[in-house]
């Protein structure tokens, strides 16, 4: 079972800039897509990024759009965000997931498995 592991979470000021890894093990297949999610203080879980796996495509918020950065390397089966510019607003546990049959990106429900989350804090 595909197991993901994120790390790079931590405290940045506003305005600065952090990069997430999401590692993933255990797979046996390659994702459809792989996004990250997070999830604000008190608030449900929202779509940041999310990028097709073999073909490279990116989506995006209309929040993070022109700030965050989503790639991946095939070879390391690892995730990345990369956050430019960060604000306030920014502040979340952020998931990375993986899905094998995605239609719609944005949808919590069609991604099969989730990471543990790491905490991103902006400091204003």
């Known amino acids: 079972q595909e197991q993901l592991l994120e790390s790079g979470g931590g405290l940045v000021q506003d305005g600065g800039s952090l990069r997430l890894s999401c590692a993933a093990s255990g797979r046996t297949k390659n994702p459809i897509a792989m996004a990250w999610f997070r999830r604000p203080p008190g608030k449900e879980l929202e779509f940041v990024a999310a990028?097709?796996?073999?073909?490279?495509?990116?989506w995006y918020a209309v929040a993070v759009e022109g700030r965050f950065t989503i790639s991946r390397d095939i070879a390391k089966n690892t995730l990345y965000l990369q956050m430019n510019n960060v604000n306030p607003s920014d502040t979340a546990a952020y998931y990375c997931?993986?899905?094998?049959?995605?239609?719609?990106?944005?949808?919590?429900?069609?991604?099969?498995?989730w990471g543990q989350g790491t905490q991103v804090t902006v400091s204003s």
């Open positions: 997931a993986s899905g094998q049959n995605i239609k719609v990106v944005t949808t919590i429900e069609q991604y099969d498995s």
């Open positions: 990028i097709s796996w073999l073909g490279g495509n990116g």
